[in-house]
């Protein structure tokens, strides 16, 4: 199975969301930049004990990314590489063999964006994360609106992850899950 139009032009818009430096190219040092993103919007000082913590988080991440893409910690991603990983492991796979590979990778997102570990988003948790992924705040209450499937005004772990598969796996310009970044996309 190959990646839809549609589908495709999905995956490219998560691959420049990824890449902070805008080099093309996915690697370590675009995940360095999230965490230094991450610590500068939620107010965390570069001389606080946390600050290296909130950056190995971060690199945990793309060490999690290296492992799902099968490269070298130190290498680097093309966009025609990440579309390859999200045709064979994202999309092409069963549900199952999906949930296998994205959980804890989710989770590990989820959990650092979840700044009062209540296990769900606020709506302003969700414009901290809009922001750390440069994407623009004013999307962020649309998005939410969309994505908080039970409308208790918060985006739990099943929501985000509901939320993330259809962004990655549906070929549906209709389901809730294209509004992850903010938009839907032209096909």
């Not at 492992?67 to 093309?78: A, G, Q």
């Amino acid at each position: 199975m190959a990646l839809t139009e549609f589908q495709e032009s999905k995956h490219i818009r998560w691959f420049e969301i990824m890449d902070k430096n805008m080099d093309g190219v996915l690697s370590r040092q675009d995940w360095d930049l999230l965490g230094q993103n991450f610590c500068a919007v939620t107010g965390v000082s570069s001389r606080a004990t946390e600050y290296s913590d909130i950056l190995g988080i971060f690199s945990a991440q793309w060490r999690a990314i290296c492992r799902l893409t099968e490269i070298e910690d130190n290498s680097e991603i093309t966009l025609v590489e990440f579309l390859r990983f999200s045709d064979q492991v994202l999309v092409s796979s069963t549900d199952e063999d999906y949930t296998a590979t994205m959980h804890d990778h989710l989770r590990a997102i989820f959990d650092v964006f979840d700044q009062n570990s209540d296990n769900r988003w606020s709506l302003a948790e969700w414009g901290q994360a809009y922001a750390v992924w440069g994407v623009h705040p004013f999307l962020a209450d649309q998005a939410f609106q969309v994505i908080d499937a039970d409308g208790d005004g918060f985006i739990d772990f099943s929501e985000f992850c509901n939320a993330v598969r259809e962004y990655q796996r549906s070929n549906d310009p209709q389901v809730s899950g294209n509004r992850l970044f903010g938009a839907r996309h032209p096909v």
